[in-house]
């Protein structure tokens, strides 16, 4: 299964390896498509690829550490 999404971090979190934990806790590939990072703000769209269970347990898990997530639907590349 794949599903899109859109992160937005808190500051204190954008240094932190949050996807890289994510993907290999629950075995979901993550494909970055967009990123804009700076000293405050991280925002991030993912493609996240895996089985439809870890996949929505690698999101939770994401929201849980306080990052902003977004279901995107349709094309992501403008």
């Keep these: ?19 890289f934990t994510m993907a290999k806790t629950y075995d979901v590939m993550p494909n970055i498509r967009r990123a804009r990072i700076t000293d405050s703000v991280g925002e991030m769209i993912l493609e996240l690829d895996g089985a439809e269970d870890n996949v929505e347990k690698g999101i939770k898990s994401l929201v849980t550490q306080g990052i902003d997530v977004e279901l995107i639907e349709g094309d992501i590349i403008e």
């Design 1 to 19: 299964m794949k599903r899109r999404v859109k992160l937005t971090f808190p500051q204190n979190l954008i240094k932190e390896p949050v996807i």
